[in-house]
């Protein structure tokens, strides 16, 4: 071995053993018995020869690049990239609906109406709800109630939390979403009780939805039932938001169901100032995509594995 090689090695093995093995530099000096300004000096070295190439990764500016070019390949008002937590989608959801939350705090003002649906990511949204000042806001609910007892199908119930949380208005619709004939469910629109809410689908400032997965996803609840689901997927339906469903190129499907579906409308959310949806995992990725190939979206909070596949498509 050269004088030169001879330098390269020793440069190789302190680098190892300082940056890899984590020892400190006395550490490295009394095991090559040299003194430590010694073992500075080539660790100085190096880094000056390329021998160690130190990346500095600033996570944030990683998930706001995410963020820029999902708003420019899919023309969203806003998007936010949160960090994918590999081994627990709880913790995912709960960075993603701490995201919302702060961006409904930064953005709600005194007469605004917030639409919520369910999910178990919008109830993240709405336990994380911690504003920094009181808001004269209505908050309605989305659709009807649902027959299923989780505390995140529970839809009036998330609408008087986040009421609660901002000190608004809360307004309940005391209806199934899915009622037995179209007659029946244009009665109940007409009843006082419901056009409370129905009224405010006419002016909704933001609109906070989640996005289903077909087929679905585990623990993705049917909230249409089984037997409506499975005329959907031969269809080719890919995902909904708030019941209405669609295909991968984001066309909504006529189905049924929906005219018996008491909730908001398509219509109502196209008139929407602002509706952000919230989605986690690459499982919803052609969910994800075929909602914003729909152009109903206007804001995406998405964790970054789920960002990065709606990029790649």
């Given at each position: 071995?050269?004088e030169?090689?001879?330098?390269?090695?020793?440069?190789v093995e302190?680098?190892?053993?300082?940056y890899e093995?984590?020892?400190?530099?006395?550490e490295i000096?009394?095991?090559?018995?040299?003194?430590?300004?010694?073992?500075?000096?080539?660790?100085k070295?190096?880094?000056?020869?390329?021998?160690?190439?130190?990346?500095?990764?600033?996570?944030?500016n990683?998930?706001q690049?995410?963020a820029?070019?999902?708003?420019?390949?899919?023309?969203?008002?806003?998007?936010?990239?949160?960090?994918?937590a590999?081994?627990s989608?709880?913790?995912t959801?709960?960075?993603?609906?701490?995201a919302?939350?702060?961006?409904?705090?930064?953005?709600?003002q005194?007469?605004?109406v917030?639409?919520?649906?369910?999910?178990r990511?919008?109830?993240?949204v709405?336990?994380?709800?911690?504003?920094?000042?009181?808001?004269?806001?209505?908050?309605?609910?989305?659709?009807?109630?649902?027959?299923?007892t989780?505390s995140?199908t529970?839809?009036?119930?998330?609408?008087?939390?986040?009421?609660?949380?901002?000190?608004?208005t809360?307004y309940?619709?005391?209806?199934?979403?899915?009622?037995?004939s179209k007659?029946?469910?244009?009665?109940?629109?007409?009843d006082?009780?419901?056009?409370?809410?129905?009224?405010r689908?006419e002016?909704?400032?933001?609109?906070?939805?989640?996005?289903g997965?077909?087929?679905?996803?585990?623990?993705?609840?049917?909230?249409i039932?089984?037997?409506n689901?499975?005329?959907l997927?031969?269809?080719?339906?890919?995902g909904?938001?708030?019941a209405?469903y669609?295909n991968?190129?984001?066309?909504?499907l006529?189905?049924?169901?929906?005219?018996?579906?008491?909730g908001?409308?398509?219509?109502h959310?196209?008139?929407?100032?602002?509706?952000?949806?919230?989605?986690?995992g690459?499982?919803?990725?052609?969910?994800?995509?075929?909602?914003?190939?729909s152009?109903?979206?206007?804001?995406?909070?998405v964790?970054?594995a789920l960002?990065?596949?709606?990029?790649?498509?």
């Open positions: 071995m050269t030169r090689q001879d330098q390269l090695a020793t440069l302190v680098a190892h053993l300082y093995e984590n020892l400190s530099q006395q000096a009394d095991r090559l018995n040299v003194s430590r300004s010694l073992i500075a000096l080539y660790i070295r190096a880094r000056e020869q390329g021998i160690v190439q130190i990346q500095i990764r600033d996570p944030q990683v998930f690049g995410l820029f070019k999902l708003q420019e390949r899919y023309h969203l008002k806003h998007a936010e990239v949160v960090s994918s590999h081994l989608s709880v913790l959801r709960r960075a993603l609906g701490n919302a939350a702060q961006y409904l705090d930064r953005n709600l005194d007469g605004d917030l639409g919520l649906a369910w999910g990511t919008i109830l993240e709405v336990n994380l709800l911690a504003p920094s000042k009181p808001r004269r806001i209505d908050v309605i609910p989305l659709l009807g109630e649902s027959s299923y989780g995140y529970q839809l009036n119930q998330i609408v008087l939390q986040a009421a609660r949380a901002f000190n608004g809360p309940f619709l005391l209806v199934p979403m899915l009622v037995g007659e029946l469910r244009d009665a109940l629109l007409q006082p009780s419901t056009r409370d809410v129905s009224t689908w002016r909704i400032s933001y609109a906070c939805v989640g996005i997965a077909v087929p679905p996803v585990e623990g993705q609840i049917v909230y039932g089984q037997e689901l499975s005329d997927i031969e269809r080719e339906a890919v909904d938001i708030c209405r669609f991968f190129q984001g066309k909504f006529d189905a049924e169901f929906n005219e018996r579906l008491l908001v409308s398509l219509d959310l196209r008139r929407a100032k602002n509706v952000l949806a919230v989605a986690v690459i499982e919803k990725s052609k969910a994800v995509r075929g909602a914003l190939c152009r109903l979206i206007t804001h995406l909070f964790d970054e960002a990065q596949v709606l990029l790649q498509e």
